[in-house]
């Protein structure tokens, strides 16, 4: 298993600031995912951290809004920039520990933001 | 794309069986998973499932994969409050990523 950690875990930002989230893995993972759930809401993937190499985004996600740093394998950024009332949400780091993709997914507790 | 379908809500009198359900779209999914979401508290990997497995069982939990419908059950035996969550059905797709359901929060009745 991994466990995982963010920071911080819960925030309260103004308009048009911008937050740096920080997942920190107890292992060397493969993969490295994160996460939005909106309130009463289900997640919803905002990109692929990949090791090394530009994160992969998903649809509806660009990298000027949720720019994502992965500088090893054990260690990822979120950044939400330019945040609006829209933003908030709980984010979740999530990764898979092991080599064989699809195996066991793990998250962190979330960051909970509350932008004002 | 993945898409992940569950119903939004269920409620079971306390002690019953609780059945919930989940269907998906890309037939080459290989894992499956349901998680838990208590109120305000993380998700918790409940149990998952090897797209070349029939049922798998854990304790309390038993998960039915029919592979040809693309539908997903999580049956929870001798439901207890402590039971009371959001479950989220969720699938590994072809694209490399895991799609989650809207989830389905499960309500105990006395």
């Known amino acids: 298993s991994a466990v995982i950690s963010q920071k911080p875990s819960r925030d309260i930002c103004q308009r048009g600031t911008s937050l740096t989230i920080q997942c920190q893995v107890d292992s060397q993972v493969t993969m490295m995912f994160w996460y939005r759930q909106q309130p009463g809401q289900s997640l919803t993937l905002i990109a692929t951290a990949n090791q090394g190499s530009e994160a992969t985004y998903e649809s509806g996600f660009v990298i000027d809004k949720f720019p994502i740093s992965r500088p090893n394998l054990t260690f990822s950024t979120l950044t939400v920039s330019n945040m609006s009332p829209e933003d908030s949400s709980i984010y979740l780091c999530?990764?898979?520990?092991?080599?064989?993709?699809?195996?066991?997914?793990?998250f962190g507790p979330g960051t909970r933001l509350t932008v004002l | 794309g993945e898409d992940v379908e569950q119903s939004l809500f269920l409620s079971v009198r306390e002690g019953d069986s609780s059945v919930i359900n989940c269907t998906y779209t890309?037939?080459?999914?290989?894992?499956l998973y349901w998680y838990k979401q208590e109120p305000g508290a993380g998700l918790q990997l409940l149990t998952y499932i090897f797209s070349n497995m029939d049922m798998k069982q854990d304790q309390r939990l038993t998960v039915l994969l029919n592979k040809k419908d693309k539908h997903l059950s999580l049956r929870i035996a001798d439901t207890q409050t402590g039971d009371s969550a959001i479950y989220f059905c969720a699938a590994y797709s072809s694209a490399s990523k895991i799609i989650f359901g809207s989830g389905t929060r499960l309500s105990i009745r006395p």
């Open positions: 890309d037939s080459s999914s290989t894992y």
């Open positions: 999530s990764s898979i520990p092991g080599t064989s993709p699809g195996s066991e997914q793990f």
